[in-house]
Every structure is written in structure tokens, then in C-alpha cells.
């Protein structure tokens, strides 16, 4: 666990749901196993991103552990996952067996976007996972090292292409505060956004781009084979048996973590949110998803909904404050 998620970290809390008349206990496992036998889950980005990789590790894990009997994966992307978030509002409206993917891109692409529906319309369920970001180049890139891209930009901050997800998310954000550490004017920095990883990889992979930013996990089989060179990765710690230094390490005082979570729809009664609530909770406790954590190198962030429902008002303001400062939001 990395110290600069200390302040987030939740103790885990054990759900209890009183039953029929109140007079007996029902847990929360026992809950989701009798009363959840489909979901449909909401990954508002194509394939082969954060947030499609999340979806599809819920539903491995929730039907391998026996909380809901079956499962379906639907990705809808567009705009920062605002699409996807727009349309999740008027489908789940009330509806206990729907769930949306989301996480800091969104809280981004909503200020950067515009976006006329928010987060205020969803209802938060749990904050499940962190991962640090890592800055890559092609493996023939001149680059060498954090030095020689700082340099870059300090010459010409248009001359460098960032190759990242959604404009305003995570990797906008970092490749904005980077270009602001070396000197240049953030809000000229040359950004590609993306709608899903894999297109992300293939501009890093075809030399298209100066530099790319993603979630480790989504590079990290490019890295270890050398297609990829990685820089730095944006968390105050290292991860653990990675050999790729921090910002802080190399004089970058920079500290991001793209953290993803799960919404349920609007309008969702008392009933259904604990029903919700106890099915996410079972699964991440359970070891089938702890093995999907390690196998990805995600960090259990895991938070309960209301205090998820918190958090996401501080991040919300402190995100906001950052794409100011970086020239995303006026």
C-alpha cells in the first residue's frame, strides 16, 4: 500500500441487513447470493482500458465467487466516459441490478467536457481500486530518461505529443503537471486523447508519438518486453517489484493516482443500494478478487458507499483546481 493513499484508505466495514420484520440478520454475502443473480455492468470506454479491464475483472471475480450468477460487460465510449454516463442515467434510473464503472478520468472529462450530467446523478456504490501512471516512449525514442523529456518540452512544448486516455482524466492531468514542472505553458501542452488503451498503445508502439501516459497494468507487458521504455511511474512510492522510479525520485514533485470505482443508477432505493453495496463488498473481499489485484498490479483502494460519497465531493473540488492551474478549465 502506497503511504499517499493513507489519508483515502477505509477500514473495512462489516455490512449487516436486518431481515423481513427486522427480527433476523442477513449478511451481506448471503444477501447478494440470493438476490442478485444478473447485472449488467457499464464500461463507458472501448475496449482494452482502465475502465473495460475493471468491468470485466468484476465480472470474473462476482461470478467466480459465486455473488451474482451472470454477468454482462457493455462498453459504451465516448467523451471522458461522459457518454457512457449520460446514458447509464436514463437506462438505470431505479434499477438494482446495474452498475457503472467510473474513476478520476471521469471526474475530469465532466469539467473539461461540460458535460450536463455529473456524478450528483449517480449514486455511489464503492471505490475499489488505485494504480499509479507511467510515462513511456517507443523503445527507439532519443529520449533516454525524465531529463531528456524535460528538455524537450522546455525547447518546445508543441514539439512533444502525449499519447494518453480521455482529455481532461488522469493522463491528461499528468502530462499537463509535467509540463508545467519542466517549465513549459501546461495549457499548450500537445495532448492526444485516445477513447480506449489499445489505441493508445499502438500510437506508442508505431512512433507516432513523443510520449505516452497510461495506467502501468496497461503497458506493463510492452515494458518487460523492451517495446516500451518507462520513465517514471507518478505515485510517490515504487510498485513493488518494478524497477521503474518515482517522479519524486528523479526531482519531479508530482504525485498522481488514477483510482476507479462503481455507480449505481439515480432514483435507487434503500433497498437496492444495500443490495449493491453488500455484492461489490463480498466480491472485493473475496480471493478471487484479490488474486485479479495482484495479477494487474492494482492497489485495493476500496471505500463503502457513503464514504465514497464523500470522497468524491473532495476529489471533484481538488481535480477542478488542478485543471485550472494546468489551462484545462477556466
Known amino acids: 500500500m502506497f503511504k499517499s493513499f493513507g489519508r483515502w484508505v477505509a477500514a473495512g466495514v462489516v455490512c449487516s441487513l436486518l431481515g423481513a420484520g427486522g427480527l433476523a440478520s442477513v449478511s451481506g454475502a448471503a444477501l447478494a447470493q440470493a438476490q442478485l443473480q444478473e447485472m449488467k455492468i457499464t464500461a463507458p470506454a472501448a475496449a482494452g482500458g482502465g475502465w473495460d479491464s475493471t468491468a470485466r475483472a468484476l465480472q470474473q ?100 505529443t502525449w499519447a494518453g486516455g480521455s482529455a481532461g482524466g488522469a493522463d491528461h492531468i499528468l502530462a499537463g503537471l509535467f509540463t508545467q514542472a519542466a517549465g513549459g505553458d501546461a495549457s499548450k501542452v500537445n495532448y492526444v486523447a485516445f477513447s480506449g488503451g489499445g489505441e493508445a498503445l499502438a500510437a506508442m508502439l508505431g512512433g507516432r508519438v513523443t510520449a505516452g501516459v497510461s495506467g502501468y497494468s496497461e503497458f506493463e507487458g510492452q515494458i518487460q518486453s523492451g517495446e516500451l521504455r518507462a520513465l517514471a511511474i507518478s505515485t510517490a512510492e515504487r510498485l513493488p517489484n518494478v524497477d521503474v522510479p518515482t517522479l519524486k525520485e528523479q526531482g519531479v514533485d508530482i504525485d498522481v493516482v488514477n483510482w476507479r470505482g462503481v455507480m449505481a443508477g439515480p432514483d435507487l432505493s434503500d433497498e437496492d443500494k444495500q443490495k449493491l453495496s453488500a455484492a461489490v463488498e463480498t466480491t472485493v473481499k473475496s480471493p478471487q478478487w484479490q488474486e485479479l489485484l495482484k495479477a494487474r498490479g492494482w492497489t485495493d483502494f476500496y471505500q463503502p458507499a457513503d464514504e465514497f460519497a464523500g470522497f468524491l465531493k473532495e476529489e471533484n473540488t481538488r481535480i477542478e483546481g488542478i485543471l485550472k492551474t494546468i489551462g484545462l478549465v477556466q
Do not use: W, Y
Open 61 to 160: 471475480a462476482m461470478t467466480e465467487a459465486g455473488v451474482v450468477t451472470s454477468v454482462q460487460v457493455v462498453n459504451v465510449p465516448g467523451a471522458a466516459g461522459t457518454v457512457g454516463l449520460a446514458q447509464f442515467v436514463n437506462e438505470a434510473r431505479g434499477r438494482g441490478d446495474q452498475l457503472l464503472v467510473s474513476g478520476f478520468v471521469m471526474v475530469g472529462g465532466i469539467l473539461t467536457n461540460g458535460s450536463p450530467v455529473t456524478l450528483d446523478q449517480v449514486t455511489p456504490i464503492a471505490r475499489l481500486t488505485g494504480e499509479p501512471l507511467v510515462i513511456v516512449v517507443p523503445k527507439d525514442s532519443p529520449i533516454q530518461s525524465v531529463q531528456d523529456l524535460s528538455a524537450a518540452i522546455k525547447q518546445d512544448v508543441a514539439s512533444a
